[in-house]
DNA sequence: CTCTAACCGAGACGGTACGTCCTGTCTTCCA
DNA sequence: TGGAAGACAGGACGTACCGTCTCGGTTAGAG
């Protein structure tokens, strides 16, 4: 369902509509890439996608739940989680490989997200269930690292990854996404000596 | 000046009112601590401390920078700076320190500048040169432990003392503030591994 | 059929089911009676009556013609249609009658029908339609008291019966029900002294 | 203040804007004009006058209250208070001349005026205070009959006001306005015999 | 004895309007 | 001139209904 067309789209029953479900995170989409968070309000998204307000809040009870739905819809371009063989080569990647996939709109929802998680609770559990499940999955590099003999053992993965990723949230909030190569080198550099048997 | 003051305060002439200064800060905290983020607003702060809004705006551009007015009057009680003598006793003192320091009503206040820095630009730089402050006065934390020898020349303080604030950053954003010491002790072992000579 | 069945209802087949007819009838009495005009919507009736809202469209094109519906089943308590033999009786009957009958819910969805018919073309059609057959039945009241010779034969039964109800109409409308013994008296006089040889 | 004007109005300050005032009661008036009933919205209002719907909702305490304030502008061309010298001529004439000004939009003003008043009880009682007052001062028609002798003494004045706009009320909510020279004439017949000694 | 047409409940849909809250600007009046 | 007060245009909030539509299922009656 292309957002420029200009007929509405009519009910089609009982049954949840997919024309207005897509055309909803696709208005959402451009309007964040737009006019950025401030811009965006359910009511915007209503009208950029010639949808009711109750449609909208009937399938996403918060701004935040839209939001997290339009994060995970970029994401068709795959989440960082890379495999060189090397602890120091993962961290690298990682960091650098995120930072470049924050670097377009998607950092910006994601900003948002967070940020509007601290108003609201429902958005903070949203946040918090989706953070957990990043970083367990990201532990598996560190895992991984282990499994090499290339990790200590008594090192925590998720404490690894729970930090690695803390760096990149920090860089993503005060807008330092840009130009950062150096500065992972150096962040990874500390990170490597502290988990190396 | 009290804010259940019932007697409506004068213009004291041409010059700023400290009074109404001090009762639109005093305000501000007592929303923040009754109703979080969510109700915070110049409206409400203006009807709390009794004063015109424009008052409030022709002192304070944005709703961030009376957010951070209000932080940095918190700070009364003042900011880890810890000097144990190792390097570990003040990487674990200060994010413990820290995390006990955001645990009451500041936490709250530093999170919502975080948030509002997001949607807001002016914002975003006020609390990028608040950052950018703390992590350098930090780093000097990490100086000293080169100066005694017991890290390594060539790790970054800045990069350290960035990287260390970033978790505690995340513990904050993520709403994880409490009962931490265990996940604290396994993140300062990383990070004085990785740091030591 | 009960509004307090928990079992839907299932159609019958190709004919219109009598039950739910039934059952959106008494839930929009119900309603009526306990919220009034401003709580009775198609919404609400259909939630009441566990009817699809299309059933009470298929059925009733609009608010109004439910309302003359409900009405209409109201009057199961008959209008008032005296004949005490003096034209000063009928009258003073006539109103005091109306004004009793009207003092229930009944009262309240005839002012509703008239409000609705200020706003709804085809609900003015249908209360014009109601109107002119009770004032013409009503005529037949002074018809009587013509044929006694009791009324003059230039007075206009159809004026004479609209003015009447006009004036019970204005004490619906304006919530003057209520304790007119003496002020019906008056007006009785006025009319009769209007009328009479 | 012209309502066709396209640059918003200023706030004046800490004092009600006597232009917004204006230009709410003139863009409620062509609405109901255009539009009637149906499309008289505080939002259409509001959007019309190019203000604030919080302006509206300030100095209007309900859209019944906005209604009244249009009729009563509406009134600049005087209602009817005939005073002929003779009964006959001015329960005549104040028929004719209210039915004359209820002809144009005033009558529908007042129609929707009634019928808002059967939903919400606040215009409701607007209304009666309003309809009290008209009855009473119309009373004073029927007093200056008596004082001429034409009436009789036990005749009750409010009654008879009461009874004659009555029926005007009925002529409008039951859109028979037009064309009522003959019915008003045997109306007035009737309660000039009602009256007379 | 099958097929079809109308009915039923349910509920999603695009919309409109509601009444409230807040934003940032502006003006008046007081000290 | 500074400050309290508060009106202003504007816009978003989340909710309630509107009237329309489709769905899946049911049954009566037409063929």
Known sequence: MSTTDTQPRRSIGAARNPDSHAAILAAAEEIFCESGYAGFSIEAVARRARAGKPTIYRWWPSKAHLLLDVYTRLKSSRMPDPDTGTLEGDIRSFLTELVRFWSGNTGGVYKSLIAEAQADHKAAEA??????????????????????????????????????????????????????????DKVTSILVRGLVK
Do not use: P, V
């Open 127 to 184: 946040l918090q269930a989706y953070s957990i499940e990043r970083t367990q999955h990201t532990a598996g590099m560190f895992e991984r690292a282990k499994a090499r003999g290339e990790m200590r053992a008594d090192a925590d993965s998720l404490a690894a990854s729970d930090l690695m990723s803390a760096y990149a949230w920090k860089l993503l909030l005060t807008d330092r996404l840009a130009d950062q190569a150096d500065i992972i």
